[in-house]
């Protein structure tokens, strides 16, 4: 069982920068990939990052070079680094957590880009 809290999200202008938290509490260790998903007004959810027990990570093409994914392991916690915001980037966000086929998700974070 693992629990997700996001926090971090907020409004920011155009070419921002924002850092998404996500907290993890459960079964850390057993944990294969965890990723950060996205939900634009009207639009499916989708992937934006993530990244696997082994460090191996992989982004939408969408923001490659703009965002990074990270965790801590000593303190249970996931990253995503987001720079050089665009107004496309607003949704809301979504800590996800993998272990073998039951996925773990949080309660989401606003993120909006505008001026």
């Known amino acids: 069982q693992v629990q997700l809290v996001e926090s971090g999200g907020g409004l920011v202008q155009p070419g921002g920068s924002l850092r998404l938290s996500c907290a993890v509490s459960?079964?850390?260790?057993?944990?294969?990939?965890m990723g950060w998903y996205r939900q634009a007004p009207g639009k499916q959810r989708e992937l934006a990052a993530f990244i696997t027990r082994g460090g191996n990570t992989d982004y939408a093409d969408s923001v490659k070079g703009r965002f990074t994914i990270s965790v801590n392991n000593a303190k249970n916690m996931v990253y995503l680094q987001m720079n050089s915001l665009k107004p496309e980037d607003t949704a809301v966000y979504y800590c996800?957590?993998?272990?073998?086929?039951?996925?773990?998700w949080g309660q989401g974070t606003q993120v909006t880009v505008s001026s």
């Open positions: 996800h957590a993998a272990i073998a086929t039951t996925q773990y």
């Open positions: 459960g079964s850390w260790f057993s944990i294969y990939t």
